[in-house]
């Protein structure tokens, strides 16, 4: 079984930063990819960022803003959020893909911009 523990999220002031980290513990033997994903009131489930290999890729409302990077010796993805808007305002979710495509949540955490 593989754990996800999320944590960095809060809230922040429009313009400010965030960054979210994201640690796996537990039978990982691969990991395959890692990603952020998001989930804002009434919405659903959204990329935000990717991570397989030594390729990124993110959605369109993130980039130049956000920047995904991994710490492969920890287990751990980190979401560096800069120039934050309210528009980003939701509860944002870690995922793993690990052990032949197993596929692993984070138990979300909560990022709040206030204008």
Known sequence: QVQLVESGGGLVQAG?????????????????????????????RELVAEISGGRTNYADSVKGRFTI??????????????????????????????????????QGTQVTVSS
Do not use: E, H
Not at 38 to 44: H, W
Not at 82 to 102: E, G, H, I, M, P
């Open 16 to 44: 400010g930063s965030l960054r979210l980290s994201c640690a796996a513990t537990g039978s990982i033997f691969s990991i395959n990819a890692m990603g952020w994903y998001r989930q804002a009131p009434g919405k659903q």
């Open 69 to 106: 990077s991994r710490d492969n010796a920890k287990n751990t993805v980190y979401l560096q959020m800069n120039t934050l808007k309210s528009d980003v305002t939701a509860v944002y979710y870690c995922q793993f893909v690990v052990n032949l495509l197993r596929t692993y949540w984070g």
